[in-house]
Nanobody
Framework: QVQVVESGGGLVQPGGSLRLSCAASGTIFSINAMGWYRQAPGKQRELVAAATSGGSISYADSVKGRFTISGDNAKNTVYLQMNSLKPEDTAVYYC?????????WGQGTQVTVSS
């Protein structure tokens, strides 16, 4: 079994920064990719940023230049540094871990950008 736990969400003013963390644990032999998704009220879940074990990184157009995904392979951990936050970034942020045969999701962490 695999557990995925996110942390680091909270309330921040527009223009502020937050750093999200996601740690995967359990029976893990190889991680193919880890990524961050978000879902705002009334909207579909969307990809924010993802990184593969091969080193490929992708970002949603809406966060390019503001968000940075990084990871620590030894700790099965991925981070999302979010700068210049906007009210439209408000959402529940989810971490997804892709193994060879299955995807695992965390429970989500709320990010609220408001003055």
């Amino acid at each position: 079994q695999v557990q995925v736990v996110e942390s680091g969400g909270g309330l921040v003013q527009p223009g502020g920064s937050l750093r999200l963390s996601c740690a995967a644990s359990g029976t893990i032999f190889s991680i193919n990719a880890m990524g961050w998704y978000r879902q705002a009220p009334g909207k579909q879940r969307e990809l924010v940023a993802a990184a593969t074990s091969g080193g490929s990184i992708s970002y949603a157009d809406s966060v390019k230049g503001r968000f940075t995904i990084s990871g620590d392979n030894a700790k099965n951990t991925v981070y999302l540094q979010m700068n210049s936050l906007k009210p439209e970034d408000t959402a529940v942020y989810y971490c997804k871990v892709r193994l060879v045969t299955s995807d695992y999701w965390g429970q989500g962490t709320q990010v609220t950008v408001s003055s």
